[in-house]
């Protein structure tokens, strides 16, 4: 009940694309699923985050979709860069629990120029 | 990047032998992390630190423990490493909001 899946796996996408990775959760307990990136060799940085109240959130050319009823929420990177090429990770917590985070299996992004 | 530095960046050692990992931040932020990234499971955390001495256990907390005996401090110890303690280990700080994580640049354990 409180993990959190992530697919694909990893992604190759074209520039200018859009890059779509989705997560799944069943704990409804969760009132926040950020987005972190991370590149090669460093940590994971905070990218964008939502809260179940909001079904959608935008930031740039990165987009959180958030669905409710069906547990899931996604992440759009619209008009993909190679500079996008990270793993991304997204993730979970409770409010009450420390703001612990749990993590899905991350996704490695490939733009190909 | 927080004020989050992370020692040592790299170590190779040998099983049964133990191993301190030292986080410091220099915020004063009350909340600190360990968590571990192995390839397919993403990032797991094996303890967390909600003050001065007071520390919680995370998802994957065997074989591991940790001290905080001042604010700036977090230590992650293997009592006795093990290969499956092999991975790349990340601090975090939790400098506002609950799920809003600061993370170091992470200290790669080899284990033998």
């Known amino acids: 009940q409180q993990q959190v899946k992530q697919s694909p796996q990893s992604l190759i996408v074209q520039k200018g694309g859009i890059s779509i990775i989705n997560c799944a959760y069943e704990n409804t307990a969760f009132d926040y699923f950020p987005w972190y990136q991370q590149f090669p060799g460093k940590g994971p940085a905070l990218l964008i985050a939502i809260r179940p109240d909001v079904s959608e959130k935008k930031e740039g050319r990165f987009t959180i979709s958030f669905n409710k009823s069906a547990k899931q929420f996604s992440l759009h990177i619209m008009d993909s860069q190679p500079g996008d090429s990270a793993t991304y990770f997204c993730?979970?917590?409770?409010?009450?629990?420390?703001?612990?985070?749990?993590f899905g299996q991350g996704t490695e992004l490939s733009v190909k120029p | 990047d927080a004020g989050i530095t992370q020692s040592p960046r790299h170590k190779v050692t040998e099983t049964g032998t133990p191993v301190t990992l030292r986080c410091h931040q220099t915020e004063n932020h009350r909340y600190m992390y360990w968590y571990r990234q192995d390839p397919g499971h993403g990032l797991r955390l094996i303890h967390y630190?909600?003050?001065?001495?007071?520390?919680d256990k995370g998802e994957v907390s065997d074989g591991y423990s940790v001290s905080r005996s001042k604010t700036e401090d977090f230590l992650l110890t293997l009592e006795s490493a093990t290969s499956s303690q092999t991975s790349v280990y990340f601090c975090a700080v939790r400098p506002r909001s609950p799920g809003e994580l600061f993370f170091g640049e992470g200290s790669r354990l080899t284990v033998l």
């Open positions: 630190s909600y003050g001065v001495k007071d520390t």
């Open positions: 993730a979970a917590s409770m409010s009450n629990q420390g703001g612990k985070l749990i």
